[in-house]
């Protein structure tokens, strides 16, 4: 038995032939020409052809849709992997045991199936990133200023994807920008609304219904922080308004108080207004401060002022006067207004003038007192310390004149720095006269008028004192003179009649009332003189003579002290005793110089 063959189309060929040599009997039993035979089999050949020739085109077909599979793959691929941005993961096999190309589609399908899940979620990348980005620009630029990007899947390289997230960010960076600029923006409007005594909600609800809520998310778009940008300023430019009307009735608060002189408990109520009278816009914060409520109470408390102004008008007048004379006094100024104040009073009670319009009057000296003692500050101020230092040179002749300054007692250091510091300031004082007198001269020169000191002209006062300094000198000289001529004399009597007597002895002739250092020792001298005539000797004629001349020379020192009290009473009197607080300098030499 022989074996059985396993190829195909060995089996192909054996059964063709027997159903061949079948078709032989039959046509060998039927009686089938050769002809017939001949036709039959060449049909059977075109069959069997026509069968082949389908066959091979249809393994054509197939053979070409692999191909175009593969080729369809490897372009898909190289689609994919050039959008992504990387480099080709397939390379065709184009030699001889490349293999099937089955083969090659089996292995082309799973390189192709990966970078297909691969572009997916690359792409799903690029549309979550998009879509934040999207999201994020609808926010800052609303949603008719935004053009959104063109999807591009032929570019899904990285490069793209990282440039997206640079975009992505920056969108961040500016909305928390503008989320801060939005908070920022609200804690003004908060502000200035609890200044001014609004309602917040009501106020930014107004601007975006999202600006309400406090946890939820808020529009940061260009119209809402251009609304709230608007809303602020408005808000300001009533603040500022509000404000200046506050500080006006503050200003004037203030003055009606001080008209009136309130108690302080009165001014306690509205101190929190008067506190912010030159406060900037930032200063003032507290609550309500400038609401509507709260400027009307301030103007019915002004208004209430005012209307009790009016009734105490006579008394608010007098006061302004006293005010006026006050600070003339103090600026040394001669006020001219009690006439016309009289006048204006007796005006104000009969109703025939207007109070206010007086007050008005007075308070304008008063401005014009105040600027012109501005003027008069720096010379006031030197002839302050002229008369300082003439007050001190007035004290330290009293001093000199005292015989006992020198003697130890409690107190006596203390006296004796005085008068050296009296001494060091009386020497300065031809420089303050002098720089005074060129001050004085400057300044009337550039106002036009005359300085003067409670009236008097103050260069008059200047030159009065130099003369006055002038004759005091000369009376010093004079006082030097003749205690020079005393001591002569007395050094001649010395001489002549032996040394001084010892003044524990008794005095033959009693003393009088000691005038002045001068006129006490002279009076000493005298009455030494008067107990040498008693004592003369008799027999000498030339002693005799000697004695008639120093009767004549003490009867000359007599006359001098006459003279020398009589000068040392009328500088005591009248040597500018140097106080021009209230009386005239003038009128203390004339009293001096009747007496």
């Known amino acids: 038995m022989s074996k059985p063959q396993n190829d195909p189309l060995v089996q192909s060929e054996t059964t063709c032939g027997t159903l061949l040599y079948e078709l032989q009997i039959i046509w060998d039993e039927v009686g089938e020409s050769e002809s017939d035979r001949d036709r039959m089999l060449f049909e059977l050949e075109q069959e069997c052809l026509e069968v082949y020739r389908r066959k091979v085109d249809l393994a054509n077909r197939s053979r070409a849709q692999l191909r175009q599979a593969i080729a369809d793959c490897e372009a898909e691929l190289a689609a ?53 980005i999207q999201s994020i620009s609808i926010e ?89 940008a608007v809303a602020i300023q408005e808000l300001r430019e009533v603040k500022l308004q509000r404000m200046q009307k506050l500080q006006d009735l503050a200003t004037t608060m203030l003055e009606l108080w001080n008209l009136m002189d309130t108690p302080i408990e009165e001014q306690q109520m509205f101190q929190n207004v008067t506190c912010n009278i030159a406060a900037s816009e930032h200063e003032v914060t507290e609550p309500n401060t400038l609401s509507v409520d709260f400027i009307n109470l301030v103007e019915v408390e002004v208004a209430r002022l005012e209307a009790l102004k009016s009734s105490k008008m006579k008394e608010l007048v007098l006061k302004k006067r006293t005010e006026l004379e006050e600070i003339c006094r103090k600026t040394h100024l001669i006020p001219e207004i009690d006439n016309a104040v009289e006048s204006a009073v007796e005006a104000i009670e009969s109703g025939s003038v207007d109070p206010a319009f007086v007050l008005e009057q ?56 005085r008068a050296e510091k009296a001494r060091a300031l009386v020497n300065k004082i031809p420089a303050m006269v002098d720089g005074l007198t060129s001050k004085t001269i400057s300044w009337e020169k550039e106002k036009g008028i005359e300085f003067t000191y409670d009236g008097i002209r103050l260069l008059s006062m200047v030159e009065e004192y130099n003369i006055l300094r002038q004759e005091k000198e000369q009376e010093r000289r004079r006082q030097r003179d003749l205690k020079k001529l005393q ?59 000697r004695a008639m001349r120093k009767v004549d020379k003490v009867h000359q020192i007599e006359h001098l002290n006459y003279l020398d009290d009589g000068i040392s009473g009328l500088s005591a009197g009248s040597f500018f005793k140097l106080d021009y607080r209230g009386v005239s300098y003038r009128y203390l030499r004339q009293s001096s110089l009747k007496t």
């Open 487 to 545: 001591g002569q004399m007395i050094a001649e009597q010395e001489a002549l009649y032996g040394s001084k007597p010892s003044p524990s002895k008794p005095q033959s002739v009693k003393k009088g009332p000691r005038m002045s250092t001068g006129g006490g020792a002279a009076s000493r001298r005298v009455s030494l003189g008067g107990a040498m005539l008693q004592t003369p000797k008799p027999d000498s004629k030339s002693t005799h003579s």
């Open 140 to 228: 800052i630029y609303g949603p008719r200023e935004y053009i959104p990007a063109v999807e591009d899947e032929t570019d899904l390289s990285l490069r793209k994807l990282e440039e997206l997230h640079r975009q992505l960010h920056a969108l961040q960076i500016e909305k928390s920008s503008r989320l801060k600029q939005v908070q920022e923006h609200l804690c003004t409007l908060n502000s200035l609304c609890l200044v001014l005594g609004f309602d917040f909600k009501q106020t930014i609800n107004g601007i975006h219904p999202s600006l309400v809520d406090s946890k939820g998310s808020k529009s940061v778009s260009n119209d809402t922080i251009q609304q709230l």
């Open 362 to 417: 007075i308070e304008l000296q008063i401005s014009q007192v105040k600027e012109e003692a501005l003027g008069r500050k720096e010379i006031l101020e030197k002839v302050e310390k002229w008369l300082a230092a003439c007050d001190e040179e007035s004290w330290l002749e009293e001093y000199n004149r005292d015989d006992n300054r020198y003697n130890a007692g409690r107190g006596a250091h203390l006296t004796l720095k």
């Open 80 to 132: 994919i992997c050039s959008s992504m941005g990387e480099r080709p993961v397939h390379i065709r096999q184009t030699d001889q045991n490349a293999g099937s190309l089955k083969e090659e589609h089996a292995r082309i399908l799973p390189q192709l199936e990966e970078m297909q899940k691969r572009k997916i979620e690359r792409r799903n990348q690029f549309i979550e990133i998009q879509e934040q």
